[in-house]
Every structure is written in C-alpha cells, then in structure tokens.
C-alpha cells in the first residue's frame, strides 16, 4: 500500500520560513519523480516544484527563488524548503509521486500552510 505522508505545515508570520516534508512508503522511492503542488480556496491545484529521480529541479514561476525542493533517497522522504514566505503562499500543500511513462500517480492528503499576521 502507498503511503504519501506530508508533515510541517503551520501558520507563520509573512517573511517567515517553514519547511514540509513528505514520507513515502510502499514504492521505490528512488525511482520516483517527486511533486509538491499548492492549492488555494476556490483555486485550482498547481505546481510548486518538482524534482526527478536524478535530481533535477522545476519551480512554479512565483516561487522561484523563494523555495527549494530536496530529496533523501535514504529516508524515503522529499523536502519543500520554504522562505520569505507571502500571505499568497497560503495553501493546502500536496506531495506527489509518479513514475514516469506510467498513468497512475499517488498523492498525499495535504498539509495547511498559513502565512499571516
């Protein structure tokens, strides 16, 4: 059974930092292309960053140079580095694996992140 575990979510002050993590289970994590996505009330889903199974980064255009995704193959866990946070940023925050040339993908349940005063 896959497990996409997100954690580190929270409210915090604008200019603030926070930093997400998700844990997977029951995959070959380092195979693994890995997401996380954001997504606002009444907004739709999109991506943050993404980082492939060798290592190459992709960010959302608003929060290049803000953010930072990272991977530990070792702990089966990818990280979302977040800093000088913006009330703009407040969102669910989903992780996400796929594997690539295949359909199916698998998502996490979400973590809130709140930037406010």
């Known amino acids: 059974q896959v497990q996409l575990v997100e954690s580190g979510g929270g409210l915090v002050q604008p200019g603030g930092s926070l930093r997400l993590s998700c844990a997977a289970s029951?995959?070959?994590?380092?195979?693994?292309?890995m997401s996380w996505y954001h997504q606002a009330p009444g907004k739709q889903r999109e991506l943050v960053a993404s980082?492939?199974?060798?290592?190459?980064?992709n960010y959302g255009g608003s929060m290049k140079g803000r953010f930072t995704i990272s991977r530990d193959n070792a702990k089966n866990t990818v990280y979302l580095q977040m800093n000088s946070l913006k009330p703009e940023d407040t969102a669910v925050y989903y992780c996400?694996?796929?594997?690539?040339?295949?359909?199916?993908?698998?998502w996490g349940q979400g973590t809130q992140v709140t930037v406010s005063s």
């Open positions: 029951g995959i070959s994590f380092s195979i693994y292309d």
């Open positions: 996400k694996a796929s594997y690539p040339g295949f359909a199916n993908s698998y």
């Open positions: 980082i492939t199974s060798g290592g190459t980064t």
